[in-house]
T-cell receptor, first 115, second 116 residues
């Protein structure tokens, strides 16, 4: 069965370290998204990609970067982790189609703690 | 820019009763999609129900139904015959229908407790 996975599921790091969160989907979806979830804010979009070599900034992109070298993966990098980036991170994917609902499928989330 | 507002941070319902979760949104677009997602303690985001703005008929999925009021920009979720497994955080979300934009805009969520 197709799925979307994230690793690690839990991560503790120190301020200033570089951290990369992995996202892998086997849906063969063109669209991939990274969100962060914080109490009182819901889910907010960090970065997104509509295909290989395409990346776009979302609502809260400062301090984060992504790269898309293939269809299946969209790793999220925190260049220099800050305590404000302690959060739960969700990856999602959806089909490209210009019409239709194009439901987003979500990964299980990664809980990141920055000390 | 579009916004989604969920004004009820927490709700509680007795098992087998009916509960309605509120959601309002702001947009200048005429064509869009609206969603309700459920997030149980496992953190997995589960799509509960969706509504296309061009459809006047309210969407229904088993015990879940919506009251979509386009003019009022309101999209409430009704859960009938509530079950213990319905206890979760519920998020309302908006998505533009135009172009290739697939971004979701989420509300802040409503935490639903189900009392036995």
């Amino acid at each position: 069965d197709a799925e979307i996975t994230q690793s690690p599921r839990h991560k503790i790091t120190e301020t200033g370290r570089q951290v990369t969160l992995a996202c892998h989907q086997t849906w063969n979806h063109n669209n991939m998204f990274w969100y962060r979830q914080d109490l009182g804010h819901g889910l907010r979009l960090i970065h997104y990609s509509y295909g290989v070599q395409d990346t776009n900034k979302g609502e809260v992109s400062d301090g984060y970067s992504v790269s898309r070298s293939n269809t299946e993966d969209l790793p999220l990098t925190l260049e220099s982790a800050a305590s404000s980036q302690t959060s739960v991170y969700f990856c999602a994917s959806s089909d490209l189609g210009l019409a239709g609902v194009n439901e987003q499928f979500f990964g299980p989330g990664t809980r990141l703690t920055v000390l | 820019a579009q916004t989604v507002t969920q004004s009820q941070p927490e709700m509680s319902v007795q098992e087998a009763e009916t509960v309605t979760l509120s959601c309002t949104y702001d947009t200048s677009e005429s064509d869009y999609y609206l969603f309700w997602y459920k997030q149980p303690p496992s953190r997995q985001m589960i799509l509960v129900i969706r509504q296309e703005a061009y459809k006047q008929q309210n969407a229904t999925e088993n015990r879940f139904s919506v009251n979509f009021q386009k003019a009022a920009k309101s999209f409430s979720l009704k859960i009938s015959d509530s079950q213990l497994g319905d206890a979760a955080m519920y998020f309302c979300a908006y998505r533009s229908a135009g172009g290739a934009t697939n971004k979701l805009i989420f509300g802040t969520g409503t935490l639903l407790a189900v009392q036995p």
